[in-house]
């Protein structure tokens, strides 16, 4: 039996539309370069820790001759971290603007992430080997990783990789991090006479790198369209049987802007927003407790079902429990050993909770075994918790049934509770890209490789104008200092990208907020359906409603 479904057999055919201005044959684009930039702060540590990049000037694409752009080429490409639909299109747009400006340049695809680069492990990208990939969700082309390159060797180690395999120019096709990284990298190329030049690709389902220049980070779009099927399915099922409330935790490790998004598609009873609950400082007993007045008013109406979405990072968001969170980080961190050592997860639970500051100590023991047990695995080389194995969803509903056998002791509630829980994360991360991601992503891809044909280095692709149609688009090279600021990382200041959260006085926050009164009390649900690839625009041609609102359309 064949192994390609009739979709993606029909998919390979797809053919990704490009910004106007890249539609031209590709020697007849060039970047216009404008004033100097800055950082939104920190400048002079910025400058200091980036003096030969820093300040670089946007780059516009628009018409014109650019005579290095037939020079036979030898770019590698990385793509780091979670996987996020539309990866392949980066590398198939970028393998086909490097053919097109010169046949005999050659692609070569790091494998497993940046650990490919520091261990030398690379395949030629060949057009059959792309033929399979183009248009299809996953990373599995190379494969990815989440290795940070910081250390000395790391970095003597990639110049080898580049200095052995020739290499001109790096596509990194990261998150905020991973672009970061990127900035670093392009940095100490310069900083050390080498010629390869770095060029950094958005990508994150999570949707936070994004600022006044990065519209949206590629995957979201598909990723949300994906969870918002499953959402709204589950939404008709609930009005059903009217007997279940559904704790849905949806992804995104920090930012809630996957929750929000999906809460604008699909208009569900409940939708958690981290960064409203640490505006208002709130409890966990005070979360629990908001979402027990909605399960009691509706209950009052006879509406003992619902549905409730609830951010991946609520968890970290919530005052007390970041502050929990940070003190186990430092403890796990100043501790490795001994506490690599130890067994059993009782024995892990008694050594982290007797480290623990009297507050953090009083927190991390209301939290049921399994949580406590969940705060301590593995942190991710970044060194960030991994909140997609906390199951807050399961947290809360239990919180949320105690909470209610007191109200119901005390005569103040008489309905009827019964949960179920789901996490939808890793259901969105590969799908087939959306049209909308399938574009963008060729058209990043795309970009990035006329940046390289322009000679540029330290910049991230960035396609614009997307709440338009692609005819509407335009594309440039924004310098990657110019979106960093100086954070605290590890006990020590440290430059990255600013990642970007959901703002509460932004116009998508405050579309949601003016209708969930409403959402909560009536089945005002809405059912998106499947991603559609096929048919009116309507359907299949549209972007997130965060897009939209953002950008007024
Ligand atoms: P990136 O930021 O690397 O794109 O990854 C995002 C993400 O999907 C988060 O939403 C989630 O918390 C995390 O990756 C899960 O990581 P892993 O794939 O290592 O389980």
């Given at each position: 039996m064949s192994t390609h479904s009739p979709l993606q057999v029909a998919r390979y055919a797809y053919v990704?539309?490009?910004?106007?201005?890249?539609?031209?044959?590709?020697?007849?684009?060039v970047a216009r370069l404008g004033d100097p930039t800055e950082a939104a702060s920190d400048r002079e540590g910025l400058k200091q820790l980036f003096p030969h990049t820093y300040g670089a000037p946007i780059a516009g694409l628009v018409e014109g001759t650019n005579e290095q752009c037939g020079a036979e080429r030898t770019v590698g490409v990385v793509l780091s971290g979670g996987q996020a639909p539309g990866g392949h299109n980066v590398i198939s747009g970028l393998f086909d603007g490097l053919k097109a400006a010169n046949p005999q340049s050659t692609l070569l695809g790091f494998l497993g992430g940046p650990s490919g680069i520091t261990n030398n492990k690379a395949i030629e990208i060949t057009e059959s080997l792309l033929a399979e990939y183009r248009n299809t969700g996953g990373f599995d082309v190379i494969g990815s990783g989440r290795t940070k390159i910081e250390t000395d060797e790391q970095f003597e180690a990639v110049a080898a990789t580049c200095e052995k395999r020739n290499i001109d120019a790096i596509v990194v096709i990261g998150g905020d991090d991973s672009n970061t990284n990127a900035a670093v990298l392009a940095e100490y190329f310069l900083a050390h006479n080498m010629r390869t030049q770095v060029v950094g690709v958005p990508k994150t389902i999570d949707g936070d790198l994004k600022n006044d220049y990065i519209e949206t980070s590629f995957g979201f779009d598909t990723a949300t369209k994906t969870y918002s099927e499953l959402i709204g399915n589950i939404e008709r099922d609930a009005n059903s049987a009217r007997k279940y409330w559904h704790f849905i935790k949806?992804?995104?490790?920090?930012?809630?802007?996957?929750?929000?998004?999906?809460?604008l598609q699909t208009q569900p009873n409940i939708c958690l927003v981290s960064e409203e609950v640490a505006a208002k400082r709130q409890t966990l007993d005070q979360v629990v407790a908001e979402i027990c007045e909605v399960v009691a008013k509706r209950a009052e109406a006879g509406n003992n079902f619902g549905v409730a979405l609830i951010p991946e990072g609520l968890i970290e968001f919530i005052p007390e429990m970041g502050r929990l969170i940070s003190c186990i980080n430092d403890i796990l961190a100043k501790n490795a050993d001994a506490f690599g050592a130890l067994s059993d997860a009782e024995a892990q639970r008694e050594f982290v909770g007797t480290r623990l500051d009297t507050d953090s100590a009083h927190v991390f023991g209301l939290l049921p075994k399994g949580i406590q047990a969940q705060l301590l695995v593995d942190r991710d080389?970044?060194?960030n918790v991994q909140v997609s194995r906390i199951e807050t969803e399961k947290l809360l509903m239990e919180m949320v049934e105690q909470k209610l056998a007191v109200k119901r002791e005390e005569g103040a509630y008489k309905g009827k509770f019964s949960a179920?829980?789901?996490?939808?994360?890793?259901?969105?991360?590969?799908?087939?890209?959306?049209?909308?991601d399938a574009d963008y992503c060729y058209s990043l891809g795309y970009t990035a490789c006329v940046l390289i044909a322009n000679g540029l280095t330290g910049y991230i692709a960035a396609v614009r104008n997307l709440a338009q149609p692609s005819e509407q688009w335009t594309a440039a090279g924004i310098p990657i200092t110019m979106m960093m600021n100086m954070e605290q990382r590890h006990g020590s200041r440290k430059p990255v990208i600013r990642k970007a959260l959901v703002e509460l006085d932004a116009a998508p926050f405050k579309a949601f907020a003016a209708e969930r009164e409403t959402w909560a009390l009536t089945a005002s649900y809405v059912f998106p359906g499947a991603i559609q690839y096929f048919g009116p625009d309507e359907v299949c041609n549209q972007p997130t409603q965060t897009l939209k609102l953002e950008h007024h359309r």
């Open positions: 990704p539309r490009l910004p106007p201005v890249l539609r031209r044959p590709i020697g007849t684009v949806l992804m995104g490790r920090s930012a809630s802007h996957i929750a929000l998004e999906c809460a080389p970044h060194g179920l829980s789901h996490f939808f994360g890793y259901e969105g991360r590969c799908a087939f890209p959306s049209n909308f």
